[in-house]
């Protein structure tokens, strides 16, 4: 096979490669197997544009291509050093695999403190190919895991309560940034001291909302009657695959484990629902998650785990 291996150059292929995202999930009966679009979105401008601004995305995606330009397949870095490979559901070739792990190696590491590299892929439990490919390559399976939630809308689980005294509503402009941004530092941070927190006026979460499909209605947002944002459930619809792609979802700490993040989910799923969208999806990979998850959408289908090599 003729593999072709390069960077990719600027916005004209980072639309081909959303493209080739939103047709690969479609072949795979919409199962994440590979990222959806919305999820490379959500790391070009939020995972790259404020958690990593020191890094350039063009630098974390490669694009590996027949000699006729057409995309066989996309590596990605997630974060540094947690590569994802992008691959349709055709028959297994691992040449091409082969090469995209070696490009990973080559160009994705993560160098630690004391000078080693490091380097994860990312597999799906089932994928027996990969799997056997990355442990013959002297990968070890890590413990870590993320479960992946489906829930088909046709029906949509039974309603929760909403506690009394709060309300469910939709983000409104510039004024709910800054309290959005706080909340979600105290639903993910809740570990580090408060002083830790930048407190940008919410510049970060503007980036989230000139993403590509960012709807306003689909960023719902929970609060105490007449209080500040405390929970939030953002969806990100595509309206080719009909499906929502349900992140971040969160709450602070002193709200949690209230039936707050059920409500939150369930609003998500009945306005994807109203739009159109016939599926929506999650990814949990904490115990709490995992467990809110389940509770509405059900037990995971599928489950992606992480493989560490250490390269001098």
């Not at 413990?143 to 046709?154: D, G, I, M, T």
């Not at 989910?265 to 929506?280: D, F, N, Q, S």
């Amino acid at each position: 096979m003729d593999i072709r291996v390069r960077k990719v150059q600027g916005e004209v292929d980072y639309w081909k490669v959303r493209g080739f995202l939103r047709e690969v999930f479609l072949r795979n009966d919409r199962k994440e197997y590979s990222w959806q679009t919305a999820r490379l979105d959500y790391w070009r401008w939020h995972g790259m544009g404020n958690c990593h601004p020191e890094l350039a995305w063009t630098d974390l995606l490669f694009l590996f291509e027949d000699e006729n330009h057409e995309l066989l397949g996309v590596l990605c870095a997630e974060e540094p050093g947690q590569n994802f490979l992008q691959l349709p559901p055709s028959l297994p070739c691992p040449e091409l695999e082969t090469r995209m792990i070696q490009t990973a190696e080559q160009n994705m590491t993560l160098q630690t403190k004391e000078g080693s590299h490091k380097l994860w892929i990312f597999s799906h439990a089932t994928n027996e190919g990969r799997n056997a490919l990355l442990q013959a390559r002297g990968y070890s399976r890590c413990k870590w895991k993320e479960n992946q939630y489906y829930r088909e809308l046709q029906t949509l689980p039974p309603k929760p309560p909403l506690p009394e005294g709060f309300r469910l509503r939709s983000m409104r402009t510039e004024g709910d940034l800054e309290q959005r941004s706080w909340a979600s530092w105290r639903a993910f941070h809740s570990d580090e001291p408060d002083e830790n927190y930048d407190n940008d006026q919410g510049a970060w979460y503007h980036k989230i909302t000139i993403q590509p499909m960012y709807r306003r209605d689909l960023d719902v947002v929970v609060e105490p009657l007449g209080g500040p944002i405390v929970g939030f459930c953002t969806v990100w619809f595509d309206d080719v695959t009909r499906t929502g792609y349900f992140e971040p979802v969160g709450l602070m700490p002193e709200f949690q484990r209230k039936g707050l993040g059920k409500a939150l989910l369930y609003e998500g799923m009945e306005r994807l629902k109203a739009i159109g969208g016939t599926l929506a999806t999650v990814g949990g990979s904490s115990e709490g998650a995992n467990r809110l998850y389940a509770s509405m959408m059900g037990p995971p289908l599928t489950e992606q785990i992480a493989w560490l090599k250490e390269l001098p």
